[in-house]
């Protein structure tokens, strides 16, 4: 019975078995009068306590069949569902991983091209191009290279930033305007004891660089003037230039994957064009709310 006590199965009726036995042993006594039927009585009694227990091994083994035939469907289904969440978390990592090559290489190229621009303009212009300009050019691609090492090994250690978020969004407007052509004015009010997460740092920083990257390199601004405030439980980023008006472009990768980050952060993201002193379409504004903790 030890077999039934873990299944929903139920053990076989076993009452014609014990009643075959019951008219074998009943017929016994008739044996010494009447020998002929007795015997007859006796042994269909016993065939039927065999064919009896013939067919309660039948049933328990189909019993047994078809709770191994569930277990193995069973089984089948949790082999199909490992393989698709496997498949999944590497497309997943796929994905992040070009997020993080992208938000640093694009924000350095970016700053390299414009460098590169003025240098051709003043060779045209005065047939030498300033040593200080091909340093800083220098300083650049090696500047890019040690962002890509750093993101790469960010991303096998899932190391944390060790800058402070507000340190680390000054730092990244300052290498920005040294490197850009832009002037940026910044207005950063940050608690000094934060409550949010890693993820959220990562995500207002990558939006803060795609910003500035897009308004230089598409927008083709000069000016931009960033806010980011912690107000009743909400982070609330704003990031406006004075280039070229947004319109109805259709975000690409870089403002797809920061859309996509804010989004899972339980955030909203607002793209927009601006407007300038008299109203009229002017460069782009970049929002977003946060929750605080997170």
């Known amino acids: 019975m030890?077999?039934?006590e873990n299944s929903d199965l139920q053990p076989p009726d076993r009452r014609r078995l014990l009643a075959c036995l019951a008219v074998a042993c009943m017929a016994y006594p008739l044996a010494q009068t009447f020998l002929l039927p007795a015997v007859l009585l006796v042994v269909?009694?016993?065939l039927g306590a065999v064919w009896a227990y013939i067919r309660q091994i039948r049933l328990e083994a189909e019993r047994s069949a078809k709770e191994l035939q569930n277990k193995c469907r069973e089984l089948e289904q949790v082999r199909r569902n490992t393989a698709s969440l496997v498949e999944m978390s590497v497309q997943e990592e796929r994905s992040r991983i070009a997020h993080e090559i992208h938000d640093v290489v694009g924000h350095t190229l970016t700053a390299a091209i414009i460098q590169l621009e003025g240098a051709k303009r003043m060779a045209e212009q005065y047939g030498c191009v300033p040593p200080e300009k091909l340093e800083l050019l220098s300083g650049l691609a090696r500047k890019g290279l040690n962002d890509i090492r750093?993101?790469?090994k960010a991303i096998r250690s899932e190391g944390v930033r060790a800058m402070p978020l507000?340190?680390?969004l000054r730092e990244l407007i300052q290498c920005t305007e040294e490197t850009m052509e832009i002037a940026i004015e910044a207005d950063i009010s940050l608690p000094a004891t934060p409550d949010?997460?890693?993820?959220?740092?990562?995500a207002l920083y990558s939006a803060l660089q795609e910003g500035l990257t897009n308004g230089i390199r598409h927008g083709r601004c000069s000016q931009a003037r960033f806010s980011l405030r912690a107000s009743e439980g909400r982070l609330r980023f704003r990031l406006?230039?004075?280039?070229?008006?947004?319109?109805?472009?259709?975000p690409g990768f870089g403002l797809s994957s920061m859309i996509e980050r804010v989004k899972l952060l339980g955030g909203r993201v607002s793209i927009r064009s601006s407007a300038d002193a008299d109203g009229n379409p002017a460069g782009c504004e970049l929002s977003i709310d946060l929750p605080q903790a997170g």
């Open 2 to 4: 030890a077999f039934y």
């Open 166 to 168: 507000e340190a680390a």
């Open 240 to 250: 406006v230039n004075d280039g070229e008006p947004y319109g109805s472009a259709v």
């Open 44 to 46: 269909l009694g016993g």
């Open 196 to 202: 949010w997460g890693r993820l959220t740092e990562q």
């Open 150 to 152: 750093s993101a790469v």
